[in-house]
């Protein structure tokens, strides 16, 4: 994870993520991109994965909802139709 993307789950900026990857002596290597890259420890994995988990259950609760305002749309006619009335005797012999 780049000091940018470290920024952005701890919500501060790449140079505020990069001072607390020092302060917590996390691993570091050069990427054959140029971009340094963090070994995240136990308690910022458990951030990642929390936060790639929300993205995910927001990306299908939204989808859901687009879903369901779309079913009720196409059922919107039905609902202003009166409604049925079966005779007591139908179907009766």
């Known amino acids: 994870m ?3 993307e470290l920024g952005a789950l701890m919500n501060c900026d790449a140079a ?3 001072a607390k990857v020092m302060a917590l002596q996390l691993d570091r290597r050069r990427s054959h991109d140029g ?3 963090i070994k995240l420890d136990a ?3 458990d951030m990642f994965l929390d936060h790639v988990a929300r993205q995910w259950i927001d990306r299908e609760l939204a989808t859901s909802a687009a ?3 779309a079913l ?3 059922m919107a006619p039905f609902d ?3 409604p049925r009335r079966y ?3 139908a179907g009766r012999t």
Do not use: C, F, G, H
Request: proline share 4%; net charge positive.
């Open 87 to 89: 005779a007591a005797s």
């Open 80 to 82: 202003e139709a009166p």
């Open 35 to 37: 971009n340094t890259r």
């Open 16 to 18: 505020t993520a990069r």
């Open 67 to 69: 879903d369901l305002l």
């Open 72 to 74: 009720r749309q196409r």
């Open 43 to 45: 308690k910022l994995t």
């Open 2 to 4: 780049t000091y940018e």
